[in-house]
């Protein structure tokens, strides 16, 4: 089994390196590529970056790119290993325990949350808990809102987890104990939501919420031995974002 279990093995750092580098190359490649096909049809510069800025279709082409990038690199890379898909935590059929699991955890990670936030108010008010997250959809129509399903509740629990949760927790938990594996994996999830980058403030409220659900979303990892369940977990959470923002409005 050491011999089985050496073959598909790789580093702390390594996961760190190769996940930071396929998030940073598909967001290039992704978004060279999408620019690409309305070029095609002559669009100029100026209309392509509207189109894939505003229009929830650009949207989609962009957000389904750079999602399917990074999960070709990152096959690409274990199939280099050997390692089987078993190795990050796909390694059987959904139970319906994992959705039992992933409520529980959708009420503790709100709780926990709720309790935080408090907390960074009261001792760091310098940060802004009310900024708005910039999601990418805007004037989204009613024929558009499947697009916007499935780039906000179906692509991101899939592809964030198998990536962070799978390849990136699982290689840091093969050289360091549980509790810096967590910190670890859940700070990047969370910096990568600080949208740095965007021309916008530090988004420190989207890093927070991220923080805290990376932690029960790795708990929910470690508990049932499997994705599915950390899957069901966020996939729950962007569902209620995607009914709040865009079906009732609840949020503007």
């Given amino acids: 089994?050491?011999?089985?279990e050496k073959k598909f093995y790789w580093s702390p750092l390594e996961s760190i390196g190769v996940t930071l580098f396929i998030y940073f190359i598909s967001q290039i490649l992704g978004s060279v590529l999408a620019s690409s096909i309305p070029a095609l049809f002559g669009w100029n510069q100026e209309k392509i970056v509207t189109w894939l800025s505003n229009d929830a279709v650009g949207q989609f082409l962009i957000m389904s790119l750079i999602q399917g990038i990074s999960l070709l690199l990152l096959f690409w890379f274990m199939r280099r290993r050997s390692a089987p898909l078993r190795t990050i935590g796909l390694n059987?059929?959904?139970?319906?325990?994992?959705?039992g699991y992933a409520l529980l955890a959708l009420v503790g990670y709100f709780v926990a949350y709720i309790a935080i936030a408090n907390l960074v108010k009261t001792f760091i008010p310098a940060v802004n808990l009310?900024?708005?997250?910039?999601?990418g959809f805007k004037d989204v129509a009613t024929w558009q809102l499947p697009l916007v399903f499935v780039s906000l509740v179906i692509l991101p629990p899939i592809v964030e987890e198998i990536m962070t949760r799978g390849?990136?927790?699982?290689?840091?938990?093969?050289?360091?104990?549980?509790?810096?594996?967590?910190?670890?994996?859940?700070?990047?999830?969370?910096?990568?939501?600080?949208?740095?980058?965007?021309?916008?403030?530090?988004l420190w409220v989207a890093a927070i919420d991220t923080f805290v659900l990376s932690v029960f979303l790795i708990l929910l990892r470690d508990k049932t031995k499997s994705l599915?369940?950390?899957?069901?977990?966020?996939?729950?959470?962007?569902?209620?974002?995607?009914?709040?923002?865009?079906?009732?409005?609840v949020v503007k």
């Fill in 1 to 4: 089994v050491a011999e089985k």
């Fill in 228 to 249: 599915w369940a950390s899957m069901t977990l966020h996939g729950l959470k962007n569902l209620i974002a995607f009914l709040s923002l865009f079906v009732f409005h």
């Fill in 167 to 202: 390849f990136l927790y699982t290689g840091l938990k093969k050289g360091m104990s549980h509790l810096p594996a967590l910190l670890i994996t859940s700070s990047i999830f969370a910096i990568a939501h600080l949208q740095a980058g965007s021309g916008e403030p530090l």
């Fill in 130 to 135: 009310d900024q708005e997250q910039q999601l």
């Fill in 92 to 99: 059987r059929k959904p139970r319906l325990s994992d959705v």
